[in-house]
């Protein structure tokens, strides 16, 4: 089947504005996850969710990050009022415990500039 | 929080050649994950190897989890496995359970000549 499709795959934004980020996981996959890779680094956690709840939100940086996923399928990252520090690629990764693994499987990612 | 790191953080290689990098983790581990990550990008998943040995065609990958680390080996070595090669954790806390998150290693940077 499909893999895991994020949109935009580009977002310039000017500081100050909200960008919405969405993901489409691999269809039946109940746990999702999304991470931030700065530029040279490895990905980082953000948040994750079983279904449409939000277990772990430790990775957000700070208020401006919200995610959610009200259906228990497709997820959206929102950041508020966007600071060049933001300026990274956001990936979205899902997997499906109940069939004895957690691998994850990654999106191509959302690459936003921040200017 | 866990510590992951990978050596060496840059490998250059004629076309042809071997390699091995490897990845360091400083606590138990539920989940390991190998990924290749491409000129575009993408993570592109190439071992899930809490434990044990797995091959597939070139590459091959060995977990010894009571050590703490693991190795992937590349054999034969072609241009298109250029990209940055990411280890990446899930750890257990002290009651067993994990909570799916990953922490990845800084990744090694392969460069393939022809």
């Known amino acids: 089947g499909a893999g895991v499709s994020q949109s935009p795959r580009y977002k310039v934004a000017k500081r100050g504005q909200d960008v919405a980020l969405r993901c489409d996981p691999i269809?039946?996959?109940?746990?999702l996850f999304w991470y931030q890779q700065a530029l040279g680094q490895g990905p980082e956690f953000l948040t994750y969710?079983?279904?449409?709840?939000?277990?772990?939100k430790s990775g957000l940086p700070s208020d401006r990050f919200f995610a959610e996923r009200p259906e228990g399928s497709v997820s959206t990252l929102k950041i508020q009022r966007t600071q060049q520090e933001d300026s990274a690629v956001y990936l979205c990764?899902?997997?499906?415990?109940?069939?004895?693994?957690?691998?994850?499987?990654f999106g191509p990612g959302t690459r936003l500039t921040v200017t | 929080g866990i510590q992951v790191e990978q050596s060496p953080p840059d490998l250059i290689l004629q076309e042809g050649a071997n390699s091995t990098l490897r990845c360091n983790f400083s606590?138990?581990?539920?989940?390991l994950q190998w990924f290749h990550q491409n000129p575009w990008g993408q993570l592109i998943n190439l071992f899930y190897?809490?434990?044990g040995t797995k091959q597939n065609g070139r590459l091959s990958a060995t977990t010894v989890a009571t050590e703490r680390y693991s190795l992937l080996y590349i054999s034969s070595s072609q241009t298109t496995d250029s990209g940055v090669y990411f280890c990446?954790?899930?750890?257990?806390?002290?009651?067993?359970?994990?909570?799916?998150?990953?922490?990845f290693g800084q990744g090694t940077i392969l460069t393939v000549h022809p």
């Open positions: 990764a899902s997997s499906e415990p109940d069939r004895g693994t957690d691998e994850q499987y």
């Open positions: 269809s039946g996959h109940v746990s």
């Open positions: 969710f079983q279904n449409e709840a939000q277990l772990d």
């Open positions: 606590d138990s581990v539920n989940n």
């Open positions: 190897i809490p434990s």
């Open positions: 990446a954790v899930e750890p257990v806390d002290a009651g067993g359970t994990s909570y799916g998150k990953l922490t």
